[in-house]
């Protein structure tokens, strides 16, 4: 793996893989832990939850410099291992999911898993957890078993309604935050079903948010020294991003309704399809931006109209507006789109895929879409660390590891002997 150079703003794990080889050679591949460094070195974290919010919170943190010790269940892995595509037998997903974290097996119902969870408890300093409110209080795991262990210790738990209220003890997902939230119903075309997205959304808003979390209550534990609970329901920060609506029903008794790709804001705002067959989206959220897309379009006497001074009266000639700018790029293939508009300092981008995403000239100045290597794929993939940082860095040490793959070497450090180990084998515990 080549590795790549440092931008002029600071790193933010540009190149984080390669340069952590050169400095360890091929340690990581043998699964000996590396050097962790970042502004978050130093920091305990153990990674209980499944599937994807409170896994991709224990990821943040693990990308600037945290050791995470991902906790699985002997038989029952995090079902993200088998979620979508995979390649000769390995989970693709769970190779971005699980990067940076160290993997052992734990069954916490079994009495020995217990006691072994309380003494890993006693050296971290956050446990990130999503079962339903009241089973880790069944396994004699909960807070007041967890705090003793360890008084400084912060308890994220991530479910999707939170840890009381009358759906507490609900089954749920992020789809079920995604419609209950208002997202859905905002989501698609006036005339046509609401719309769920096809990715985990709901999911990582949360998991971003509860990353915010954790950072938040270790700052108050620096003041306080005393550890804390975080509960995080789902269904709450994916409200939040959605912006005005709870106060606009409020004061006005507004509904937001479905409106397509068109905003009720401003316009034009919407995706245009090109002479060769292409799609484009514009927005116009700014007065001058919409000024030059009118001029560029070939329709300046527009910009005279009463109603194109401010952008909730321009929402209201969507239909003039669209009809301008959309016969205008139907005339022109992509390349000659992007070229007027960035000439005329207008706002455009391509619609892109995937494909097109890995290509991107600005995501590969980023290095958002970074390599490392592999010792199951070889070069791999993925997106970057979040982001930069000029004089602290995040970096990808090493993509999603075999189900329990640092067992051993996790439990021998913590203090447990061989025969201890063997016996927690031997109970059904590891």
């Known amino acids: 793996m080549t590795a790549r150079p440092a931008r ?19 340690a990581h591949r043998s699964g000996v832990r590396p050097e962790r460094d970042g502004p978050l070195a130093g920091l305990r974290v153990l990674d ?31 079902p993200s291992r088998g979620h979508g595509p995979s390649k000769d037998g390995v989970g693709l997903w769970w190779k971005l999911l699980g990067r940076n974290k160290h993997t052992i097996t734990l069954d916490l119902s079994k009495r020995g ?9 006693a050296t ?6 999503n079962f339903r409110p009241g089973t880790l209080e069944k396994w004699d795991l909960g807070w007041d078993e967890l705090s003793a262990a360890n008084p400084r210790l912060l308890l994220a738990r991530v479910t999707a309604f939170g840890q009381f209220g009358p759906y507490a003890h609900r089954p749920g997902f992020g789809t079920l935050a995604e419609a209950m939230s208002g997202f859905a119903a905002v989501t698609g075309e006036p005339d046509a079903p609401p ?16 990353a915010y979390a954790v950072m938040t209550a270790l700052r108050a534990r620096d003041r306080t020294g005393e550890g804390q609970v975080i509960d995080m329901a789902i269904i709450e920060p994916i409200l939040t991003v959605l912006g005005p609506q709870p106060i606009w029903y409020d004061q006005l ?15 034009p705002r919407n995706t245009y399809r090109t002479a060769d067959g292409s799609w484009v989206a514009v927005s116009t959220s700014a007065q001058s931006i919409a000024e030059r897309v009118m001029r560029l379009v070939g329709r300046p006497d527009l910009i005279d109209e009463p109603w194109f001074a401010t952008g909730a009266d321009r929402a209201r000639h969507a239909d003039v507006l ?11 293939d992509r390349t000659e789109v992007l070229e007027a508009f960035e000439k005329a300092e207008a706002a455009v981008a391509p619609v892109q895929d995937v494909r097109d995403v890995m290509t991107d000239p600005q ?14 794929l070889g070069p791999l993939r993925m997106q970057n660390v979040l982001f930069r940082l000029s004089g602290t860095p995040g970096a990808i040490h090493w993509a999603g590891r075999p189900h329990g793959a640092d067992t051993e070497r996790v439990l021998t450090e913590l203090g447990l002997t061989g025969a201890e180990i063997g016996a927690l084998r031997a109970e059904g515990a590891l």
Do not use: C
């Open 363 to 376: 995501y590969a100045a980023l290095d958002t879409v970074t390599t490392l290597d592999d010792p199951d």
């Open 322 to 332: 669209d009809e301008a700018v959309g016969s205008w790029i139907g005339r022109h």
């Open 253 to 267: 008794g507004h509904v937001q309704p479905r409106t397509g790709n068109r905003s009720a804001n401003n316009a």
């Open 113 to 121: 898993g217990r006691a072994t969870l309380l003494r890993l408890a």
């Open 124 to 129: 971290a300093d956050v446990i990130v957890e």
């Open 48 to 78: 209980l939850a499944t599937l994807f919010a409170g896994p991709l919170a224990a990821t943040m943190l693990g990308d600037f410099g945290a050791e995470v010790i991902k906790v699985e269940h002997p038989a029952k892995p995090d």
């Open 195 to 210: 719309v769920l997205p096809p990715f985990g959304l709901a999911d990582s808003i949360a998991g971003l948010a509860t």
């Open 8 to 26: 002029p703003e600071g790193p933010r794990g540009t190149g984080p893989a390669s340069a952590h080889q050169e400095r360890t050679g091929p």
